[in-house]
């Protein structure tokens, strides 16, 4: 081992004050933060060995934004990351985002026993509820009445008051530190109001983190994708928090095409199908969001 001094001066070499060889990064590596929330469906099954109710994403209320007064859009908080400062030396890149993931699909909530399309006295009992569900894919996709857009936002680091007795798990006043629906005011149940307005006038906290990714109109980033670290390389301007937002206009299924020619469905991308077939039930289901991000991490990372 050699002398300690010897390294000092191979640092005086080096560009910039001696201090920034002696420093160590600290080595904070890549993560993803993903939407988890209740959804109804596992309120008496769980949905993990601790008897949660909790899943991926977040369960899009049935109420249509038509019916409610003022048509709103429900405003969804789906992912959120908050830096206080990053590491920054000749060879780290700081705090970065490297990818986003969306998620959205088409969910069919009928009344079991329901004849079409269910066959009578065969399945769940009289008084459930059978579900089916298809992912959307085609990124330009929506139905006739309904769209989402999504919004990657810089806020500065703090958090508005959000307390209020309406509060419950996924559903929040005015603004969040976990996914949840953000609500100025509300009546009724989260899953079916009868009266919403999101805060802000509906539209999302924040500056956007850039021109692109401000206001999204389709699923860019899909899903199932590999690789999702390296789609971006947007640096953070830390101290901030970087959050994904979700704006979903929720369809209403009395406004879903019908087709009476059954050969015609082949023509049809599979998310019409599904909306044709289940025409009297086909709404937005649960929505999803991803941010990943590197903190720190070598060029000699992969």
Not at 41 to 47: A, H, L, P, W
Not at 62 to 91: D, I, K, N
Request: proline content about 10%; glycine content about 10%.
């Amino acid at each position: 081992m050699g002398d300690p001094a010897d390294n000092v001066i191979r640092m005086r070499g080096r560009r910039g004050p001696l201090a920034a060889g002696i420093h160590t990064a600290l080595y904070s590596g890549r993560d993803e933060i993903v939407t988890n929330g209740p959804n109804p469906e596992f309120q008496f099954i769980g949905s993990d060995p601790y008897g949660t109710n909790a899943y991926t994403g977040l369960v899009v209320p049935t109420t249509p934004s038509g019916s409610l007064a003022g048509s709103p859009r429900y405003l969804f908080l789906l992912a959120r990351q908050r830096f206080s400062t990053g590491e920054q030396s000749y060879e780290r890149k700081g705090v970065r985002l490297v990818g986003i993931r969306q998620y959205a699909e088409l969910i069919a909530r009928i009344p079991a026993g329901t004849n079409p399309p269910l066959k009578p006295d065969v399945g769940p009992p009289t008084g459930s509820t059978v579900t089916f569900r298809r992912e959307i894919v085609s990124p330009l996709w929506h139905p006739p009445d309904g769209n989402i857009s999504w919004h990657v936002m810089v806020l500065n680091n703090g958090q508005r008051d959000t307390r209020n007795p309406q509060n419950a798990d996924g559903l929040i006043y005015q603004d969040a530190l976990s996914p949840a629906l953000l609500y100025q005011t509300i009546t009724g149940p989260a899953i079916t109001p009868t009266a919403y307005a999101a805060p802000n006038g509906g539209r999302p906290w924040g500056k956007p983190i850039g021109a692109s990714l401000g206001n999204i109109h389709e699923l860019r980033y899909p899903w199932r994708t590999t690789r999702s670290e390296r789609v971006l390389d947007i640096p953070i301007p830390v101290p901030c928090d970087v959050c994904l937002f979700a704006s979903v206009r929720q369809n209403d299924p009395e406004k879903n095409p019908t087709i009476t020619d059954c050969a015609a469905l082949g023509a049809l991308s599979e998310e019409d199908q599904f909306l044709v077939v289940y025409n009297n039930y086909a709404q937005y289901g649960t929505i999803a969001g991803a941010l990943v991000f590197d903190q720190n991490i070598g060029e000699d990372v992969p």
